[in-house]
């Protein structure tokens, strides 16, 4: 059923779109950006790899120039990145993972390996979800990288404070999950992003 959820809005949805993502892609070139998409190795359901896309925004090879985490208002953001991130616009790429099964439109969001391996045995059941594009937590921690400029040391935050708590939500989420659990997710998080910013 979830499968079917999530094409059924997905195929529709990219006809839709479609020209607003050209506009997109044509707004990162001018920026300067030689490349347009990032891809990213994740770790996905059962504890699968897959590469996830995004729209790019940030500077090209900003991975050899920092940490892995986004902290406030991190130099290595481009200008229109700042734009995309803030109205998640960088995440609809992400539809082509839910083309190819490798994500749904409801789910956690997929962790990179480095963080999966400091996983509990409890925390490894959140691998038995199909990751997706929005979720509870990330709903809840809309702010995280702000949340992270005020820590001292901002990663060690992130693995003992901030993914324990989201994986717990993901958790108490896969409990209850169904189809209309899924679609009041997707409407919290348009409304989050597109009305009742902060």
Same mark, same amino acid.
């Given at each position: 059923?979830? @499968?079917?959820? !999530?094409?059924?809005?997905? *195929? ?9 993502? &050209? ?5 990162? @070139?001018? !920026?300067? /950006? %030689? ?30 120039? +920092? ?5 406030? #208002? !991190? ?5 229109? +990145?700042?734009?995309?991130? %803030?109205?998640?616009?960088?995440? &609809?790429?992400?539809?082509?993972? *839910?083309?190819? /099964? ?26 038995? &979800?199909?990751?997706?594009?929005? !979720?509870?937590?990330?709903? =809840? ?30 958790? =108490? ?8 659990? #899924? ?12 009305? %009742? @910013? +902060?």
């Amino acid at each position: 059923m979830k @499968r079917i959820f !999530d094409l059924t809005l997905c *195929i529709p949805g990219l006809m839709v779109i479609w020209p607003m993502l &050209l506009v997109i892609m044509f707004l990162i @070139r001018r !920026d300067g /950006g %030689k490349t347009i998409f990032f891809r990213q190795q994740r770790i996905g359901k059962n504890g699968n790899p897959f590469l996830i896309w995004k729209f790019r925004t940030m500077v090209e090879n900003a991975e050899t120039l +920092g940490k892995q985490l986004t902290v406030g #208002d !991190d130099p290595r953001i481009t200008r229109i +990145g700042h734009w995309l991130r %803030k109205t998640k616009l960088d995440e &609809l790429p992400q539809l082509f993972n *839910i083309l190819s /099964g490798e994500m749904s439109f409801v789910g956690p969001r997929p962790e990179v390996p480095k963080y999966v391996e400091l996983y509990s045995e409890e925390q490894k059941q959140v691998l038995n &979800l199909l990751p997706g594009i929005t !979720d509870l937590a990330s709903i =809840e921690y809309r702010n995280e990288s702000n949340l992270l400029a005020e820590s001292s040391d901002p990663e060690k935050t992130y693995i003992e404070e901030i993914m324990p708590e989201k994986i717990r939500i993901n958790l =108490e989420y896969c409990s209850n999950a169904n189809v209309i659990t #899924d679609l009041m997710v997707i409407l919290k998080t348009l409304f989050r992003v597109f009305i %009742k @910013r +902060g």
